[in-house]
């Protein structure tokens, strides 16, 4: 079952992400460990009032095996939710949300993306080396949004910069208008950000539109300018820096190899997204295949994701404790149409993991 966003502020994510599945298990015969697999799908619409009720759709009636979902945090809960009342096996291909590996962590729930706060653990340092010591932070206000200020503000204080305000709008509004004004006034050093997707865009080119580029710089969690850098974009976007757990110029073979292969498949370019559902789909194969395809032998199906070591186009990473990806973060910076890799921010950076039971 897959719960994904295809309409709303996220859809090019929801898309990505599906593809990145679909390509990881077609590359290896389009089956688990020899089994046909029946696929169901759920437009969560990034909706969280709607969660259970969807995450209900795939549990309950469609009875599916795995429920691979979702891209926003808010209806992670909601899966969340529904995985540890069924014991249905959960993939999150994106949503950060630390409560998912933390507190409300389970047997049953994988994640092969990010917590919200791993991206922003990585960026406080540069941006003290690079001289930018007063900062305003700004962002959607919901569980993402604040949890990547959380990373945000222990790299940034512990290596010595001041966070000014704090500024946030509800999402998935763009009315960056007055904020930017705000921003304006307070002349700071730097600006720190999380959006994503297409209204991440918007941000950058209003807040150039708004003239503060080349004035203030601007960094954000690398979700801000990925799977975006488009002529029209790029002109707002040069220069920005970020950190991400992918860029689509890291130089590997490996990295290589899925972006040809995904190109051909698809017709148009992967994104960190595309990643994440990718490994999403190594993920199954790799558990359904030490049980033989069998999904209901639980323990040994858990104890092999445990152990897996995900040979990803970010590079090789491994499962926390708590199900959470090992993972080095990247420091990128735009130039042209391209996130360029500067160099390792953090090298396997795990989650804390705080609070949850299986550590
Ligand atoms: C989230 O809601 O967890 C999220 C959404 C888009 C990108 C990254 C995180």
Same mark, same amino acid.
């Given at each position: 079952?897959?719960?994904?966003?295809?309409?709303?502020?996220?859809?090019?994510?929801?898309?990505?992400?599906?593809?990145?599945?679909?390509?990881?298990?077609?590359?290896?015969?389009?089956?688990?460990?020899?089994?046909?697999?029946?696929?169901?799908?759920?437009?969560?619409?990034?909706?969280?009032?709607?969660?259970?009720?969807?995450?209900?759709?795939?549990?309950?009636?469609?009875? @599916?095996?795995?429920?691979?979902?979702?891209?926003?945090?808010?209806?992670?809960?909601?899966?969340?939710?529904?995985?540890?009342?069924?014991?249905?096996?959960?993939?999150?291909?994106?949503?950060?949300?630390?409560?998912?590996?933390?507190?409300?962590?389970?047997?049953?729930?994988?994640?092969?993306?990010?917590?919200?706060?791993?991206?922003?653990?990585?960026?406080?340092?540069?941006? @003290?080396?690079?001289?930018?010591?007063?900062?305003?932070?700004?962002?959607?206000?919901?569980?993402?949004?604040?949890?990547?200020?959380?990373?945000?503000?222990?790299?940034?204080?512990?290596?010595?910069?001041?966070?000014?305000?704090?500024?946030?709008?509800?999402?998935?509004?763009?009315?960056?208008?007055?904020?930017?004004?705000?921003?304006?006034?307070?002349?700071?050093?730097? @600006?720190?950000?999380?959006?994503?997707?297409?209204?991440?865009?918007?941000?950058?080119?209003?807040?150039?539109?708004?003239?503060?580029?080349?004035?203030?710089?601007?960094?954000?969690?690398?979700?801000?300018?990925?799977?975006?850098?488009?002529?029209?974009?790029?002109?707002?976007?040069?220069?920005?820096?970020?950190?991400?757990?992918?860029?689509?110029?890291?130089?590997?073979?490996?990295?290589?190899?899925?972006?040809? *292969?995904? *190109?051909?498949?698809?017709?148009?370019?992967?994104?960190?997204?595309?990643?994440?559902?990718? /490994?999403?789909?190594?993920?199954?194969?790799?558990?359904?295949?030490?049980?033989?395809?069998?999904?209901?032998?639980?323990?040994?199906?858990?104890?092999?994701?445990?152990?897996? @070591?995900?040979?990803?186009?970010?590079?090789?990473?491994?499962?926390?404790?708590?199900?959470?990806?090992?993972?080095?973060?990247?420091?990128?910076?735009?130039?042209?149409?391209?996130?360029?890799?500067?160099?390792?921010?953090?090298?396997?950076?795990? /989650?804390?993991? *705080?609070?949850?039971?299986?550590?």
């Amino acid at each position: 079952g897959l719960m994904l966003p295809y309409s709303g502020a996220f859809a090019p994510l929801g898309v990505a992400i599906e593809n990145g599945v679909r390509m990881a298990i077609n590359e290896q015969g389009g089956k688990l460990a020899g089994r046909e697999i029946e696929w169901f799908k759920v437009d969560d619409e990034s909706d969280p009032s709607k969660g259970i009720e969807n995450a209900n759709k795939l549990v309950q009636r469609d009875k @599916v095996d795995v429920l691979i979902g979702t891209v926003h945090s808010g209806v992670q809960m909601g899966i969340q939710r529904v995985a540890r009342d069924s014991g249905v096996l959960s993939l999150i291909p994106n949503a950060g949300v630390h409560a998912a590996t933390r507190s409300l962590c389970a047997p049953n729930v994988f994640r092969t993306s990010f917590s919200n706060s791993q991206p922003t653990l990585a960026l406080g340092q540069t941006m @003290v080396n690079k001289g930018h010591k007063r900062a305003v932070w700004i962002t959607w206000k919901y569980a993402a949004g604040d949890e990547a200020f959380e990373g945000f503000k222990e790299s940034y204080t512990k290596a010595g910069g001041t966070i000014i305000k704090e500024l946030g709008l509800p999402f998935p509004n763009v009315e960056f208008q007055a904020l930017l004004t705000e921003i304006a006034a307070l002349k700071p050093d730097a @600006v720190a950000c999380f959006f994503a997707g297409p209204s991440g865009a918007k941000f950058m080119k209003d807040f150039a539109a708004a003239g503060l580029k080349g004035k203030i710089a601007l960094y954000g969690s690398g979700f801000l300018t990925e799977g975006l850098l488009d002529d029209e974009l790029a002109p707002s976007a040069q220069g920005i820096m970020t950190t991400l757990h992918y860029s689509a110029s890291l130089a590997s073979k490996r990295n290589d190899a899925f972006r040809l *292969a995904y *190109a051909k498949t698809y017709k148009m370019q992967p994104d960190v997204f595309a990643v994440q559902g990718y /490994d999403a789909g190594l993920l199954l194969l790799q558990g359904a295949a030490a049980v033989n395809g069998d999904l209901s032998n639980k323990k040994a199906l858990y104890a092999a994701m445990e152990g897996a @070591v995900i040979d990803s186009p970010r590079g090789k990473w491994t499962m926390s404790k708590a199900h959470n990806p090992v993972q080095d973060m990247y420091l990128r910076v735009v130039q042209g149409k391209e996130n360029k890799v500067l160099g390792v921010a953090a090298k396997a950076l795990s /989650d804390s993991g *705080a609070g949850c039971k299986l550590v």
